[in-house]
């Protein structure tokens, strides 16, 4: 704007399609703290921000806001019950009480950061002033906030924001009195106390997070033992596989010296009692075949007597017997065939 109004001036000076707005109110109360801050809240949140008098505008994108005024190449005038905005000759003055350097949009609405000169920072501390008052600008048709001119201490807010000082300067034994409440412990425990107490739940909370021993093993160990059981598993069923042939050869080469199994058909038979149940149907039915053809020697001639082929000294061997004991199986299951 080219020139600023007057207090007593019509509306009518302003341009057409923006406004620029004080934050006044009536006078507001509090104790305050010495502390200084630099951070301070100059809008609340929106996208309605409503004045304490009844005045309303509009903050539709905070961060479209922030990134324009954070562009702008002057930084933005902090002065004294906006005494900037008026000229000279109207009582005003452009004393500056600090300089904005920066603005965020925060969840509870946008905040300026403030290099105070000394002077207002002694003010504050000295509480002669307590809050913040934007001065901005805003489009006239839909009451969208589209500038920041200045930032202004006041007391006279109009609204409702983030004081400079907290109203009760006692707030942080508050807090702390709270804490102790909520750990179990008297509310006049001192700090040490407190961090005490704090140690203590920690440490039950990493306990309460590591299992028990005896239902529980760590990775790396389970990986190993569950590596050695497969390993197991694998070596087993190899000796499995491996018996089973021995069992296998057995009970056939049984039965084609018998007479039972033609020579030729043994790798038939062989394939039947490659499963568990082809296995005992395969016993069952060399036990039960009669004498189909002539009896057959396998690996050689067959000596009279206890002496055992090659062939029936392996199956023999695999089976757990000796060449005695072979010898009266065998004859014994000659004998159940010529019966």
Request: charged share 20%.
């Amino acid at each position: 704007m080219s020139k600023k109004p007057s207090p007593t001036q019509s509306d009518t000076g302003r341009a057409k399609t923006q406004a620029s707005v004080l934050a006044f109110q009536l006078p507001g109360s509090g104790a305050a703290e010495q502390a200084v801050p630099d951070w301070v809240q100059i809008f609340p949140a929106g996208p309605v921000v409503a004045t304490n008098d009844g005045r309303a505008f509009r903050i539709t994108d905070p961060v479209r806001l922030v990134a324009a005024i954070n562009a702008g190449k002057m930084p933005v005038l902090v002065d004294y019950d906006h005494r900037s905005y008026f000229e000279p000759y109207d009582g005003g003055d452009t004393l500056a009480a600090g300089w904005c350097s920066a603005v965020e949009a925060r969840a509870d609405g946008i905040w300026a950061r403030i290099d105070w000169t000394p002077l207002a920072a002694q003010r504050i501390r000295d509480r002669e002033f307590r809050f913040i008052s934007p001065e901005f600008s805003v489009d006239r048709g839909e009451g969208e906030v589209v500038a920041l001119a200045a930032i202004s201490l006041v007391n006279r807010p109009a609204f409702a924001m983030t004081a400079l000082a907290r109203s009760n300067p006692n707030q942080g034994d508050d807090d702390m009195r709270a804490i102790a409440t909520a750990l179990g412990l008297p509310e006049d425990a001192d700090e040490a106390a407190i961090l005490a107490a704090i140690g203590t739940r920690n440490t039950e909370l990493a306990a309460s997070r590591t299992p028990p021993a005896d239902r529980f093993m760590p990775r790396a160990d389970y990986d190993a033992v569950l590596a050695r059981a497969t390993s197991a598993e694998t070596e087993l069923a190899s000796i499995r596989t491996a018996q089973r042939s021995v069992e296998v050869e057995a009970v056939i080469a049984a039965a084609v010296s018998a007479g039972k199994i033609a020579p030729a058909s043994k790798p038939h038979y062989v394939a039947l009692a490659a499963t568990d149940a082809g296995f005992e149907q395969i016993k069952q039915l060399c036990a039960s075949l009669p004498p189909v053809v002539g009896s057959v020697q396998v690996g050689g001639a067959n000596p009279p007597g206890t002496t055992l082929s090659d062939v029936e000294r392996h199956i023999a061997g695999s089976m757990g017997l000796t060449d005695d004991q072979y010898v009266t199986a065998r004859a014994s299951l000659r004998a159940a065939d010529n019966s």
